[in-house]
């Protein structure tokens, strides 16, 4: 059922309509037919009894001479002419004693003989039996004699006596008619229904397509513009609602259109602004851009080849950090000039790209040719000294080499692949030149694992890292003072991009950076813990993860012990998260690091639990204090019973072993509602909080204290 009202739900409003007012019509329809059925039914059959009676009446009065003078003929003659009556088929003629005086039937010993003490003389016809397929009709034969005369010689009774029971008739009628006649009413309502039926919902049909048609072109005409197509004005016609819709549409779209008249003419004053970069004196990105747009249509056109270069500058962060913004102008100005040595002036083109990012379009030059000249390059750089203030810094560059031909797709796929060269070359040690294969496809991946790597050694050196932090909703007690955290971490690439979380521990993992990164965290987190934060107020818990890598470091239980000790942050408030595949694949250290950790008088909570056979096998053997039920499980709680059912299990066991649970990535009230009839001691997701800063966590915090 759910999954229906969901396909309707999902359906145009015209189908819904369709499906709604069908519905009641058939229901209407149906309710008619039967109704109409049943009235002529009854009908038929009070018309067919009363048929019956009048033959049974009529059989009663022709068999009076018969009983009276025993005369079989007589009888006959008057069976056949009650025969004669439609759906009669049989008739029996009983004396007043009860004993049969003539039958129709031929099987006469099978005859059943009707209780005679229920029928009296001046009974009327009626049935004393009926089946499925028969009436039985019984009648009195009485004589009732109009002359006393005649009446005491045939009677010898007193003139008082007016009637005398002379016997019985019985007679069987056919409910064939009957039948018949309920087919064919039943069939003319239904043939006569399916036509109202089908007419009706052509009406329907017609009607709906006319109300919504207004509502399908400002529909439509929306759907247009949200794709970024600023389409036509909406013709303001149907209903009040509709015109009041399509009126304040078309009053939107009007000021969106000056609006983007008035962005495209900025634009394109910027445009002509913006080509040059000021401080070096050659093109920036944007006229870049379009001199490579124009180089890669010539290939396509007259099939000539030519070399993009991508050029990062090596240790330029150094200068401008240890000397300021100065000398690192100084020192691009140089690099550029050192650059403008190897370029031909009439055809080359030479670009700022970024920051620190060169870009350089050898025209009409093969891959052999730019790798010569991008080592030359290399050498030049790796020669050169910068003199700032006494001081004297060595520079290096990377150079990705990227072929230009007639194939080469769109513009930014060009410039991705010389950016990923680029910083293979780096990852090959600094001050080398890659040349680019467009076929290698791991170079993709490896490349670009590479600058993710770079940028986490930049971020770990200057501490560029965002620490977020997302609440823990507690589900026993909302209205609990004590706040629950999660610490988080995110990085931004150097334009400012956030890098994809799966990627950045994908490139920390394969550099060996996770270690390094977790020592990060922990010493930020503490900083932000010290006593001198008034968030230690009304914190009770704050969970960090744990790498895998991490749990075999050594070193990592002392670091913790320091950190606490130089931040003096209060252990207890303190809950390290270690995922349920790291403790399973290293059960023995995953135990030790636990038991070390409640030493320190923290605490430790098992992430990503997805309950298996031997789950709580080792669990049970652990001291855990919260387990983290994966988020999978609640993707589709509400609609799979199998989920609600191991999120039950999982919680009372863990209840049992004295472990408080922990719903992960909660993003549904409904579901959230469910968690809290279920039991689960605390949720977290985005129902109930999105990461924030930690700076900003900690400035809320002491903004509410000076409230208070």
Not at 2 to 25: C, M
Not at 486 to 493: G, V
Not at 633 to 648: A, T
């Amino acid at each position: 059922m759910k999954f229906f009202n969901r396909k309707i739900n999902d359906a145009p409003i015209r189908t819904q309509l369709f499906i709604t007012v069908a519905a009641g019509i058939v229901l209407l329809l149906g309710a008619l037919i039967f109704a109409s059925t049943w009235i002529s039914d009854r009908q038929v059959r009070e018309m067919l009894i009363e048929q019956g009676k009048q033959a049974t009446l009529s059989m009663a009065d022709s068999s009076k001479l018969a009983l009276l003078y025993d005369s079989p003929e007589n009888a006959e003659n008057a069976v056949k002419l009650t025969l004669a009556f439609p759906g009669v088929n049989h008739i029996r003629i009983y004396k007043a004693d009860g004993s049969l005086f003539y039958a129709s039937d031929t099987d006469r010993e099978n005859i059943d003989t009707p209780d005679f003490s229920r029928v009296s003389a001046s009974s009327q016809p009626s049935i004393f039996s009926e089946d499925e397929d028969t009436w039985c009709f019984i009648s009195p034969v009485v004589l009732r004699p109009s002359n006393e005369s005649l009446q005491e010689q045939l009677f010898e009774n007193p003139a008082d006596s007016r009637e005398k029971l002379i016997g019985y008739v019985v007679v069987s009628s056919s409910k064939d008619s009957l039948k018949k006649i309920g087919s064919g009413i039943l069939f003319s309502n239904f043939s006569i229904a399916i036509s109202v039926g089908i007419m009706l919902l052509l009406a329907l049909h017609s009607i709906i397509r006319r109300l919504t048609r207004p509502l399908y072109s400002i529909s439509e005409i929306m759907k247009q513009t949200g794709e970024g197509e600023l389409a036509g004005q909406i013709d303001p016609q149907g209903p009040q609602e509709i015109t009041q819709i399509a009126g304040a549409f078309n009053r939107m779209i009007s000021v969106l259109a000056e609006r983007d008249e008035k962005l495209r003419r900025q634009n394109i004053h910027l445009e002509k602004q913006a080509v040059r970069d000021h401080l070096t004196g050659l093109i920036n990105r944007v006229g870049f851009e379009q001199s490579l747009q124009v180089v890669i249509d010539e290939c396509a056109a007259d099939g000539t080849e030519h070399v993009l270069c991508y050029m990062d500058l090596d240790k330029f962060k150094i200068v401008n950090d240890s000397c300021g913004h100065n000398a690192g102008d100084e020192l691009l100005k140089n690099i550029t000039g050192i650059f403008r040595h190897h370029i031909r002036k009439d055809s080359d083109v030479l670009a700022r790209v970024g920051g620190d990012e060169f870009a350089l379009i050898l025209k009409n030059c093969s891959a052999e040719k730019a790798k010569s000249i991008g080592e030359s390059i290399c050498e030049d750089i790796r020669n050169y000294r910068f003199n700032w203030e006494d001081r004297i810094f060595t520079i290096g560059v990377s150079i990705g080499i990227v072929q230009i031909c007639h194939n080469t797709g769109i513009i930014q796929d060009l410039i991705s692949q010389a950016d990923s060269a680029c910083y293979a070359a780096k990852g090959k040690g600094r001050g080398q030149v890659f040349v680019s294969d467009r076929d290698d496809a791991s170079l993709q991946q490896l490349s670009g694992e590479t600058r993710i790597a770079n940028r986490i050694i930049s971020c770990l050196e200057n501490d560029d890292f965002l620490l977020l932090s997302q609440k823990i909703q507690p589900l026993k007690n909302f209205t609990q003072q004590k706040q629950q955290f999660e610490i988080m971490l995110r990085m931004n690439d150097e334009q400012g991009r956030p890098v994809p979380q799966q990627k950045l521990l994908s490139a920390a993992e394969r550099y060996k950076l996770m270690n390094q990164i977790d020592r990060w965290v922990i010493a930020q987190t503490f900083s932000h813990l010290s006593p001198a934060n008034p968030v230690l107020h009304t914190l009770e818990t704050c969970i960090i993860d744990i790498s895998a890598s991490s749990l075999d470091d050594e070193t990592l239980l002392p670091y913790i012990r320091e950190q606490l000790s130089i931040h003096q942050t209060p252990p207890g408030l303190v809950c390290f998260s270690i995922t349920e595949t790291t403790t399973i694949n290293n059960i023995s250290k995953a135990g030790q690091f636990i038991d070390s950790i409640h030493q320190l008088g923290c605490r430790i909570a098992l992430d990503d639990f997805v309950s298996n056979s031997s789950s709580f096998a080792y669990i049970r053997r652990m001291n855990i204090d919260f387990l983290k039920i994966h988020g999978d499980f609640f993707r589709d709680f509400l609609s799979n019973p199998v989920n609600q059912v191991m999120v039950r299990s999982i919680n009372e066991i863990a209840h049992i072993l004295k472990i408080k649970t922990i719903a992960e990535q909660i993003d549904d009230s409904a579901v959230l509602d469910e968690l809290v009839s279920a039991g689960i001691d605390y949720a977290q997701g985005s129902i109930i909080a999105e990461p924030v800063s930690i700076d900003d966590c900690c400035q809320a915090e002491r903004a509410s204290k000076c409230a208070h």
